[in-house]
């Protein structure tokens, strides 16, 4: 049975289940649902706690088999936990997982809660976790991401009683928070907790933007993936903070450069698609463009000319000599000046579609 996070609440009042299998990229998430489920046990007599850590490919499974059947003489009901750092069990972690599930069915004295790391599609069609999923309970935990982070940071801010000024002056604070933590759940979490200690609650708790501008650290961690998200939606401000944050962190300029010209390759091959008859689903599949960059692409390749595209794959051809030592006649010599350059001008191109739907549309909303 698969469950939501947002749904452990109300799953809780109705009583807890013997397995539990979480599995995603967000630590922060997993391990705060991790903790209500074992204060939820405490609480109905899950005294006893054992831990499994499976490393390397020669694991003793026989031990948390084991386990799961055992019990001391003061405990009459225990937590189990096996955590799969790796997520990839192995053949024997396979056939014990599927023995494990099986055994959970109806017992009321073992709580299983086993902990995996994101999954791709094949391993969660894998027996074992289709084993899990059948006898227990799967919970999946997606990344917070960009968009809807100073969202999350807002709720964590009135779990604590504290929250920002209405309207723009709000916004504005938010957005400033989440880019300054943004790739890093687990720190934008302590911040949040360092406001409540440096703020306490007096009043209407309401956070201004200068006492979250002296109290919120930079500790944003940039992806290269997620670069390319930002780029393709057009947004040129966040996009070189990226570039900066990538520079920061020790990012090599070759694969900053491999993922902004991937993503130009990749559009001209769905370009040339689309222009001999393939359907835009189609095409994009074929060229293995899915989530949020099929959306991205569905709204950008439409509006963007045979011209640009060139224009585009000319100057990633020249960066990726500059990034290697070359020199290019107008173009600066640093690699990370050019890579700036070369997201703006695809950042541009990008951004040509909305404002072109915007101008149809004018100001009455409709064209």
């Given at each position: 049975m698969q469950m939501a996070p947002a749904q452990l609440t109300e799953h809780l009042k109705r009583g807890l289940k013997s397995l539990y299998t979480l599995h995603g990229d967000e630590p922060l998430l997993v391990q705060e649902f991790a903790d209500a489920l074992r204060a939820a046990a405490r609480q109905r007599g899950y005294t006893e706690r054992t831990v499994h850590t499976v490393a390397g490919a020669h694991f003793d499974w026989s031990e948390v088999l084991a386990s799961g059947g055992s019990l001391s003489l003061f405990a009459d009901k225990q937590i189990v936990e096996v955590r799969i750092p790796s997520g990839k069990p192995g053949k024997d972690g396979s056939v014990a997982l599927q023995q494990l599930a099986e055994r959970a069915q109806g017992d009321d004295s073992t709580l299983t809660l086993v902990m995996l790391p994101r999954l791709d599609g094949a391993t969660t069609k894998g027996a074992w976790f289709g084993a899990l999923e059948s006898f227990g309970v799967t919970v999946k935990f997606e990344p917070i991401d960009r968009r809807t982070l100073p969202q999350w940071i807002a709720q964590r801010l009135q779990l604590q009683g504290q929250r920002v000024a209405n309207g723009e002056e709000g916004q504005r604070t938010l957005q400033f928070f989440a880019d300054r933590v943004e790739g890093n759940l687990l720190a934008a979490h302590q911040e949040i907790q360092k406001l409540a200690l440096l703020y306490p609650v007096t009043g209407d708790g309401i956070l201004s933007f200068d006492q979250v501008e002296n109290a919120v650290l930079n500790v944003a961690r940039y992806d290269v993936f997620k670069l390319s998200e930002a780029v393709l939606g057009g947004h040129a401000i966040r996009a070189a903070r990226m570039i900066d944050g990538l520079?920061?962190?020790?990012?090599?300029?070759?694969?900053?450069?491999?993922?902004?010209?991937?993503?130009?390759?990749?559009?001209?091959?769905?370009?040339?698609?689309?222009?001999?008859?393939?359907?835009?689903?189609?095409?994009?599949?074929?060229?293995?463009?899915?989530g949020a960059k099929e959306k991205l692409y569905e709204r950008v390749l439409p509006g963007m000319s045979d011209a640009a595209l060139a224009k585009l794959l000319d100057a990633a051809q020249k960066v990726d000599g500059i990034v290697k030592g070359l020199k290019q006649p107008d173009w600066p010599t640093s690699g990370w000046q050019s890579l700036h350059r070369l997201a703006g001008m695809v950042c541009e191109q990008c951004a040509a579609p909305s404002r072109a739907s915007a101008g149809r549309a004018g100001p009455g909303g409709r064209g």
């Open positions: 520079q920061s962190e020790g990012e090599s300029e070759v694969l900053v450069h491999w993922a902004l010209a991937e993503d130009i390759r990749s559009m001209k091959r769905v370009r040339d698609a689309i222009q001999a008859g393939r359907p835009m689903p189609m095409a994009l599949r074929e060229n293995r463009v899915w």
